[in-house]
Nanobody, 123 residues
Framework: QVQLVESGGGLVQAGGSLRLSCAASGRAFSQYGAGWFRQAPGKEREFVAT????????YYTDSVKGRFTISRDNAKNTVYLQMNYLKPEDTAVYYC????????????????WGQGTQVTVSS
């Protein structure tokens, strides 16, 4: 079982940056793929980014390419989402997720989810 806890959310002005962290429990996490998702009020949850178990293969939704970077440090059991040039439309609750699939993609099934962290971008 993997337990995930997100942190780093907050309020930021458009054009600013935030770094989200996802702290995971369990030795097996280093072998899991991971991803970030977000959900804005009244909208469906959407895929943001994924990273493979080694941290070498990543995928991003088009709207965040060039602005967001997903990374991981398996020695710390932590996944990060660096968010730059934030826009008001990035406002959402951001969720970290983990999958037993070592190299996940946007449609991979994720079995483990954090509780989410709020990101609010003001204009």
């Amino acid at each position: 079982q993997v337990q995930l806890v997100e942190s780093g959310g907050g309020l930021v002005q458009a054009g600013g940056s935030l770094r989200l962290s996802c702290a995971a429990s369990g030795r097996a996490f280093s072998q899991y793929g991971a991803g970030w998702f977000r959900q804005a009020p009244g909208k469906e949850r959407e895929f943001v980014a994924t990273i493979d178990w080694r941290g070498g293969t990543t995928y991003y939704t088009d709207s965040v390419k060039g602005r967001f970077t997903i990374s991981r440090d398996n020695a710390k059991n932590t996944v990060y989402l660096q968010m730059n040039y934030l826009k008001p439309e990035d406002t959402a609750v951001y969720y970290c997720a983990a999958s037993s699939t070592a190299v996940p993609g946007p449609k991979t099934w994720y079995s483990y989810w954090g509780q989410g962290t709020q990101v609010t971008v003001s204009s």
